[in-house]
């Protein structure tokens, strides 16, 4: 099965858990999936990431919501000599819910 292959293109914010990329995609389909171009990487340390493999495993939960955020995968990355894990989501281009109270 194809990798599912992203490069950063910005940051979008921090978070509790980890930091948000915007990230680009080269695949347009995955798993079925018809991806946008534009994807979201919440990432943080390997050895720091329980917090974040506990937000993937109720993402996954919840995957089939229209109201929550998609994730595609989660994966790990060797960036700058630190292993990351990652939390592949939909990009949210409207802006948060906080933005908008
Ligand atoms: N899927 C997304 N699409 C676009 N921007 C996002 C996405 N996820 C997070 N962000 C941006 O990154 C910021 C940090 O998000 P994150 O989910 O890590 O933390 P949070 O929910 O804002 O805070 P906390 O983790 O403390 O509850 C958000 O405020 C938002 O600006």
Redesign the pocket.
Known sequence: MAELLWKRVTT???????A?SLASTSNALFRGVTLSSLI?L?SCNLSDSQSLKEEFEILRMLNNSPYI?HYFRANISFEDNVNLYNLL?????G??L?DRL
């Not at 979008?12 to 980890?18: R, V």
Request: no cysteine; proline share 0%; charged share 10%.
């Open positions: 979008l914010g921090q978070g509790s858990f980890g948000v979201a919440k955020i989501l939909e990009y949210a281009s802006g948060s906080a």
